[in-house]
Each structure stands twice: as C-alpha cells, then as structure tokens.
C-alpha cells in the first residue's frame, strides 16, 4: 500500500496529557497537510510543509501544537495540555507540490479527551 | 480571505436520478484550483473531480462534472444516475497558488434505493 498512513489511528487519553501523531506521505509527494475535522464539518486546515519547511500554521491553532517534518518525509503533529475541545479527527493529506495536484488523504487519527 | 460555503448541509437523491451539490466561494487569487472530494461513512477522503479556474470547459470525470460560473463564483458537482455507493459527505475545497486548502462545511448526500 503506497497510499497515506497516519498512527494511530484512534489515541484516547486524559485532558491534560501530551500526544503525538505520525503521518508518512507518499513517498514522491513534497507537500504535506494537517488538518482537524469535527463530526458533521468539513476539514480545518491547521499547517502545510513543503519538503521539511514549515511554510504556514493557522492562526487558530493555539501554541499547544506543534508539527515537524524533520527530512521531508514523515511528519509529526504534537498537542501539548490536551483539552476536552481537542477531540476530533486529524487528517493528513500529501500531493506533489501544483496548484492542481490534488491531496491524498489519509485515514485520519480520532482522537478522544475524557 | 479564502471562503468556501456550501448551502445544502443534506440532500437526498433517487437511485438512478441526478442531484445538483451547491458550492460558492471568495478569493481574490486569479489563479486557482476548484475540487471535490467525497468521504463516505468512517472511510478515506477522495478526489471526486477538479476544475481549474483558468479554464471555461467544464471538468467531467464520468458521471459527475460540474458547473463552474467563475463570475459568479459558483462551483456546483452533478452527479448522473445516482449510485448507492455515490452516499456521503461531499466536500467543495478551494487551492490557490500558495498551495493552502480550504474546505466547505460538506453536503450529506443519501442515495433512496
């Protein structure tokens, strides 16, 4: 399978603990996307990386998160402080880097704050 | 700013019958990709058909295309003879040359048998 991979795919944790999540795009593709989808709403774009850059972070996304790509290739996504309003599905998508490309998407990680 | 709005929040469609998914949006980029994905039920999101804002044809990948009215900022998918495999969430979404994404809230499309 040569398509996008996140892990977990479902994370439960107490508020106020730190997790951390892994997506491996596709291997050819320099551009890499998070986003955080809600139950009913479409995907919120959080941070994008060309290559290792960081090139934008949303400017909703508080400081509790972080995301590196450190050679280009994986990436982490890391909530520090977890709140109950974190819980949510968190989407990796990889294209080659186009305006046209179009995103391919991975299974996404639920992620649920008791 | 970039805004994608999708006005139907659930539409409902015989099988084998067409159904029209509404989709607006703002930008002041000239230059810009126009999609749609599909997410069915606890399953991945993929592409259903894109649109370059550059071209006047519209974009047809069998039985969806689009109607894509760049004046009015109006992007909206058809979908022919409508399939029970066709039921889920759609989602219009907006690519600019800086590369950023942005999504609509999502049509909900059930398919009747």
């Known amino acids: 399978d040569t398509g996008v991979s996140q892990d977990p795919r479902h994370k439960i944790t107490k508020r106020g603990q730190n997790v951390t999540f892994r997506c491996d795009p596709i291997?050819?593709?320099?551009?890499l996307y998070w986003y955080r989808q809600t139950l009913g709403q479409g995907p919120e774009f959080l941070t994008y990386?060309?290559?290792?850059?960081?090139?934008?972070k949303s400017r909703l996304l508080s400081d509790r998160f972080s995301a590196e790509r450190p050679k280009g290739s994986f990436s982490t996504l890391e909530i520090q402080r977890t709140e109950q309003g974190d819980s949510a599905m968190y989407l990796c998508?990889?294209?080659?880097?186009?305006?046209?490309?179009?995103?391919?998407f991975g299974d996404g990680t639920r992620l649920s704050i008791l | 700013a970039q805004t994608v709005t999708q006005s139907q929040p659930e539409m409902s469609v015989q099988e084998a019958e067409t159904v029209t998914l509404s989709c607006t949006y703002d930008?002041?980029?000239?230059?810009?990709?126009l999609f749609w994905y599909k997410q069915p039920p606890s399953r991945q999101m993929i592409l259903v058909i894109r649109?370059?804002?550059?071209?006047?044809q519209n974009a047809t990948e069998n039985r969806f295309s689009v109607n894509f009215q760049k004046a009015a900022k109006s992007f909206s998918l058809k979908i022919s003879d409508s399939q029970l495999g066709d039921a889920a969430m759609y989602f219009c979404?907006?690519?600019?040359?800086?590369?950023?994404?942005?999504f609509g809230p999502g049509t909900s499309l059930s398919v009747i048998p």
């Open positions: 291997s050819e593709h320099n551009r």
């Open positions: 979404a907006q690519k600019t040359s800086y590369d950023k994404v942005i």
């Open positions: 998508a990889s294209s080659p880097q186009g305006v046209g490309a179009p995103q391919h």
């Open positions: 649109q370059e804002a550059y071209k006047q």
């Open positions: 930008t002041s980029e000239s230059d810009y990709y």
């Open positions: 990386f060309q290559n290792e850059a960081q090139l934008e």
